[in-house]
């Protein structure tokens, strides 16, 4: 069930934040976990009151495993920011989300959230999939999107997260209409994982 976080105030400064991404955790033992660890221990340690939140655009775990989940939990417990996390398809590995939402840091998606003046939505491209790369909104999804964006106050901007590129989804005609509405209502800014290029576009 989509979930709508109550606005912060916006005074002073713009939105703020770090994109750690793709993760694809695996043990504890791994290089990529002990760098995780070492990037959220800089990030509390030195940069802690100078972003607003971290984003992790997906591909979380690299199997979508409780073990895995249970090592992004105890990683996450270094920093005091809010987290905001989003679904990849590694974490839809086990054809459900379920370990991905025992993540105290994952809240329903979709999500939306007012952060230093601007509207966040955070999508999930994955669960109403398949699995693997099977990227899809549905129909629910991308009516609350489009309700989202219509709602957005004017000169307020607007911030979409997903997993990957719109062109990724496998829809075709929601493919269209995602990136429609991008256009339609001048999104500011749309940041993807996915890739490893951790892309922003705007």
Avoid at 18 to 32: Q, S
Avoid at 125 to 146: H, K, N, S, V
Wanted: with cysteine; hydrophobic share 45%; glycine share 8%.
């Amino acid at each position: 069930m989509a979930e709508t976080i109550p606005p912060t105030l916006s005074i002073g400064r713009p939105l703020v934040y770090a994109h750690f991404g793709d993760l694809h955790i695996t043990d504890a033992k791994a290089r990529n976990y002990q760098d995780f660890l070492a990037m959220l221990v800089q990030l509390e340690v030195e940069c802690g009151n100078q972003f607003d939140f971290l984003y992790l655009p997906g591909d979380i775990a690299d199997n979508g495993s409780l073990v895995q989940y249970r090592l992004v939990a105890a990683a996450l417990r270094i920093i005091r920011m809010p987290a905001y996390l989003i679904t990849g398809d590694h974490d839809m590995e086990p054809r459900s989300l379920t370990n991905f939402y025992t993540l105290a840091q994952a809240n329903s998606l979709p999500l939306a959230a007012q952060v230093r003046g601007v509207r966040c939505l955070f999508l999930d491209m994955c669960g109403p999939g398949q699995g693997g790369p099977d990227f899809r909104l549905g129909a629910t999804q991308l009516t609350w999107l489009r309700e989202q964006l219509s709602q957005v106050p004017t000169g307020t901007e607007v911030a979409v997260f997903m997993h990957t590129y719109p062109s990724g989804l496998q829809d075709a005609a929601e493919k269209q209409q995602v990136i429609a509405l991008l256009a339609q209502y001048r999104v500011a800014l749309v940041d993807m994982g996915h890739t490893h290029y951790n892309e922003l576009a705007n």
